[in-house]
C-alpha cells in the first residue's frame, strides 16, 4: 500500500469515525483504524463489534492498493501535531508502515487486516427512510437526555423510532420521565420502528454534517445503516418491544399551569439545592395566579420555598416531583413559555411549549409526580 494525502485531510477522516474505537477492549484488533485502499479511494474503519464507523476520501495513489490495520491512538496523536501539509504513507517490510512529511517521518506497525471484524450489514430488503440531517439532531438532542442510564435495561437505554406514513416520532423514556419529539418531514410508505441505542445516538448526532443534507437510514430487524456523504454509521439494534408510549400520555387535563420556562427552570434550580439528596423531591403548590415550590431535608434541617406569579387555570394543587427530571425537560426545550397540565396529584403531568400548545405538537415531555409529605 502506498498513496500521498493532505495531513489535515486525513485526520478530519479519522476523527469522523474514532468514536467507535473502544475505551476497552479484549479483542486488541479493534483498536486499530482500518485502511483499504482500492483506486484512489481510501476508506477508513473503526469499529466496537456494536458500532462500526466508514468514511473515505480520494488520496493520490500509486499503483500499490491493499489493505492494512494501523493503531489508532498512535496515528491520531501523530496527525493531530502536524501542521497541513503532504504526507506519504507506504508499507514497508512485514507489518509495518511508513509516515513521510515535509520534514520527517514515523514507522509504526501494522496489523492483519484479515482479523478486522467484518461489517455487520442490512438485509437486502431493508426498510428505508430519508431523513434530514437537522432534524435529525435536533430529534436525538430533543429526545436523548430522558433515556434511562442503567445498561441493564437497553431497550430504555435507547430512542425509539416510530415511523408513519405521515410523520416519524423518537422516543425516549427511563420510565418515570418521558419525551416525544415529532418530525413531519420525515415520511414512510409504511409503519416501521426501530430502537436505537443511546451511546450510538450521540455518536451519530456528533458527527453528522452541520448542512441540511438528506440522511438516509436503512433498517432490517438487527442492523441499522445510517448513510450521508462519505459517512456510514453501521449500528447494531436494540432488539425487543418497546412500551407502547401513546397510551401513557395524559389527556383531558383540566389544570393548567402557563409560565416563563426559565423562570420556572431558575425557581427548581434553587429550591432543589434543600431537597433531599437521595430523592431530590420538590413540591409545587399552586393556585390560581400563583406558584409555590418548596423543598425539605428534615435529616439536615433545611428548607427552602419560593413563589411567583403565573397564570394558572385550575383547581388549587400541591404535587411532588423528582426536582431533576424537571431540570432535565425545562432546561432541553428551546421556547420562552410553557405549559404544564395537570390532572390531579397522582397522575402524570403534561409539559410542552406553550406556542404548541394548541396547534400540532412537535415535542413535549410527560413526567411522573411523586408522594411528598
Known amino acids: 500500500m502506498k498513496f500521498a494525502v493532505s495531513s489535515t485531510e486525513l485526520l478530519k477522516a479519522i476523527l469522523t469515525v474514532q468514536k467507535a474505537i473502544p475505551a476497552k477492549t479484549t479483542e486488541a484488533i479493534l483498536e486499530n483504524y482500518l485502511f483499504v485502499l482500492e483506486g484512489s479511494t481510501l476508506t477508513i474503519t473503526a469499529s466496537d463489534n456494536e458500532l462500526t464507523l466508514k468514511t473515505a476520501l480520494e488520496v493520490q495513489v500509486s499503483d500499490e492498493e491493499g489493505s492494512i490495520a494501523v493503531p489508532a491512538r498512535q496515528l491520531t496523536d501523530l496527525l493531530k501535531e502536524l501542521p497541513d501539509q503532504p504526507l506519504q504513507i507506504e508499507s514497508v517490510g512485514d507489518y509495518a508502515f511508513k509516515c513521510a512529511w515535509t520534514n520527517g517521518s514515523s514507522t509504526l506497525p501494522y496489523f492483519n487486516p484479515a482479523d478486522y471484524p467484518q461489517t455487520k450489514k442490512v438485509a437486502g430488503d431493508a426498510t428505508t427512510i430519508e431523513i434530514p440531517a437537522s432534524t435529525l439532531s435536533e430529534g436525538i438532542s430533543n429526545t436523548v437526555y430522558a433515556s434511562s442510564d442503567e445498561d441493564n435495561r437497553p431497550i430504555m437505554n435507547s430512542i425509539f423510532f416510530d415511523i408513519k406514513p405521515d410523520a416519524t416520532t423518537l422516543v425516549a423514556s427511563d420510565l418515570q420521565k418521558l419525551i416525544c419529539y415529532t418530525a413531519t418531514d420525515v415520511k414512510a410508505a409504511g409503519e416501521s420502528s426501530f430502537i436505537l441505542n443511546k451511546r450510538h445516538a450521540n455518536v451519530l448526532k456528533a458527527i453528522l454534517p452541520k448542512e441540511d443534507e438528506a440522511v438516509k437510514i436503512a433498517f432490517d430487524d438487527k442492523v441499522a445503516a445510517v448513510s450521508f456523504g462519505t459517512t456510514t454509521m453501521y449500528s447494531c439494534l436494540v432488539v425487543g418491544k418497546y412500551p407502547d408510549y401513546k397510551t401513557i400520555i395524559p389527556k383531558n387535563n383540566s389544570n393548567i399551569l402557563r409560565i416563563d420556562r426559565l423562570q420556572l427552570l431558575n425557581m427548581v434550580r434553587r429550591i432543589s439545592v434543600c431537597s433531599p439528596k437521595a430523592s431530590n423531591h420538590i413540591k409545587f403548590n399552586l393556585i390560581p395566579g400563583s406558584i409555590e415550590v418548596s423543598a425539605q431535608d428534615v435529616g439536615f434541617e433545611i428548607a427552602a420555598q419560593e413563589k411567583a406569579a403565573c397564570q394558572y387555570d385550575g383547581d388549587e394543587l400541591a404535587i411532588g416531583f423528582k426536582s431533576t427530571h424537571i431540570i432535565d425537560i425545562l432546561a ?20 410542552l411549549p406553550a406556542e404548541d400548545a394548541a396547534e400540532n405538537v412537535n415535542v413535549f415531555g410527560i413526567v411522573m409526580p411523586v408522594m411528598v409529605k
Do not use: P
Open 332 to 351: 432541553n426545550l428551546d421556547c420562552q413559555e410553557i405549559v404544564l397540565k395537570f390532572a390531579d396529584k397522582r397522575r402524570s403531568v403534561l409539559i
